[in-house]
């Protein structure tokens, strides 16, 4: 059974930092891209970032670039999101997903690799509230 399990959410004030990790168990992560997609209360699911399977590749939302750094280690089946200088706007549930490598998406009829359903396996999700 493939499972997906985010950790590292938490409270954060203006101008901090957390990181999240995204776990796999019954699925080798390195065979996939990775993303992360935020949902705040009342919002639509907005893909933040995405790694190539590689690693050699990612990918950032305008409004996190240069705040946010993706990043993945496949020996230990696990991919980070390092953020830092954190707003309120960043307060969500995080979520981590599988899914093909940006790359390749002239297979997927023009789709972007923050288009959620392009990705298959979801993990549960982890809240991040950033607050004074």
């Known amino acids: 059974q493939v499972q997906l399990v985010e950790s590292g959410g938490g409270l954060a004030q203006p101008g901090g930092s957390l990181r999240l990790s995204c776990t796999a168990s019954?699925?080798?992560?390195?065979?996939?891209?990775i993303g992360w997609f935020r949902q705040a209360p009342g919002k639509e699911r907005e893909g933040v970032s995405c790694?190539?399977?590689?690693?050699?590749?990612?990918y950032y939302a305008d409004s996190v670039k240069g705040r946010f750094t993706i990043s993945r280690d496949n020996a230990k089946n696990t991919v980070y999101l390092q953020m830092n200088s954190l707003k309120p706007e960043d307060t969500a549930v995080y979520y981590c997903?599988?899914?093909?490598?940006?790359?390749?998406?002239?297979?997927?009829?023009?789709?972007?690799?923050?288009?959620?359903?392009?990705?298959?396996?979801w993990g549960q999700g982890t809240p991040v509230t950033v607050s004074s």
């Open positions: 790694i190539s399977s590689s690693g050699g590749n990612t």
């Open positions: 997903a599988t899914g093909p490598d940006p790359m390749h998406l002239s297979a997927y009829g023009g789709a972007k690799w923050y288009d959620p359903p392009l990705y298959d396996y």
């Open positions: 019954g699925v080798t992560l390195d065979g996939y891209a």
